[in-house]
């Protein structure tokens, strides 16, 4: 079995695929799921997910969650908190995503990929444990990075991953695994990893920094947003479901 | 002053740029330049490379290195290898370059670049104390990857120069850099690290473990490629002089 961690979305992801935007998207899409939502849409474009709302939806079975550079986009209900997130109940409700990475990272996942997972800190061993059941041939964690450049929180998580499937079993491990694996040995606790990336230290400025200590806590959560068959999503989204 | 480190080439550098791909290019044209050569020539593809042999170049002013997948490419008089090149004389030669990943880094760095040079872990020390001399807002460590890949050995050389940038001076580092630095730090003696990566253990098995010993010397050389003005330069190539 091959472990490969690619620091950035690559594509050509042939079995596994764990998608890693660890502030906040896939911190917050756990959050979603466990707070009772039915499942998520993730969109590539702020305007799919709007077009998505039927009108005079007064009931509000459609929520719309998402960022642009942190900050929440006019017309959505929710920002990509999942401090927010946990303080709601979406139960019944599907909840509409889209974020400045993480939802770009998960289509290119699902282009290829057979089982395509989202992973956080908040439910690494469940993701991982789940991973190594489905895997035939690889599992890949995949980094959404920031803007197309590699965040040090998610390769932090990616090691975290990569050493809980290495207690699982064996693997062949490549060059991103091996560098996920020493960042997670030697930068320090989830708080302080998360809190020195150049991501955490922004979201810190905006007043954010609860989020971050959110997404510092370490299996928490043993539910893992699983993408689910495409005939069931809307044209141009991908719905994930509690699995 | 800002320090950067791209795991990839990422683009889109405004002041200086080093160019790292440890296994073999830059640690390659590093040894070219020390063995006399007059300039280097970096091309996008081998054809270019070989349309600018004149016809009946008996005296080979031009000679051309390069390799596909780690092997010699047909028609060229060199490798990519760092072992070869110190072995000759390139006195009154210019060598045309190219090679899978090394070659393309240099020519996106260039695109937007005011300074590129080009490092390994040979002449690290100098291409660190070049690359602060010039700088004026931003020195960027792109590391070459393997196809689009991360690869170890580049992240660790990267690691190692951004090591001697930080003794020289006060820099705001990015994650790339964090990164770059903690595996310099425990992904144990350059050895170790170039042998451990995904490339080093390729050419281990190409018979190429020479090169991989040769391109794990630290700061051996004082001499940095420096990309020369352009109008020097055939269409399609960089020129790269001892600096």
């Not at 974020?99 to 395509?116: E, L, S």
């Not at 991982?128 to 040090?152: K, M, N, P, Q, Y």
């Not at 606790?189 to 905006?206: F, Q, Y």
């Amino acid at each position: 079995m091959r472990l490969r961690v690619d620091l950035l979305p690559h594509g050509g992801y042939p079995d596994v695929v764990l998608v890693v935007d660890v502030l906040r998207a896939t911190t917050t899409a756990v959050a979603y799921l466990e707070r009772g939502a039915e499942g998520l849409l993730l969109t590539r474009t702020p305007d799919v997910a709007l077009a998505l709302r039927p009108e005079g939806d007064e009931g509000r079975s459609l929520v719309l969650g998402g960022e642009r550079g942190g900050l929440p986009i006019p017309g959505f209900d929710f920002g990509n908190s999942p401090v927010e997130a946990a303080a709601q109940n979406f139960t019944g409700k599907t909840v509409v995503m889209n974020t400045t990475n993480g939802t770009d990272a998960a289509h290119t996942a699902a282009q290829t990929g057979k089982h395509v997972l989202l992973a956080s800190l908040t439910n690494a061993h469940a993701a991982a444990r789940r991973a190594r059941s489905l895997a035939t041939e690889e599992i890949a964690i995949v980094c959404a990075g920031t803007d197309a450049h590699v965040g040090l929180e998610d390769v932090y998580a990616a090691g975290v991953l990569a050493e809980y499937l290495l207690a699982l079993g064996e693997f062949s491990i490549d060059d991103g695994a091996r560098i996920a694996l020493t960042i997670r040995r030697n930068a320090g606790n989830p708080i302080e990893a998360l809190s020195s990336s150049a991501h955490g230290e922004r979201l810190g400025g905006l007043g954010l920094g609860e989020d971050v200590r959110y997404a510092a806590q370490v299996s928490t959560s043993t539910l893992v947003p699983v993408l689910a068959a495409e005939a069931d999503a809307p044209e141009g989204t991908l719905k994930f479901v509690a699995g």
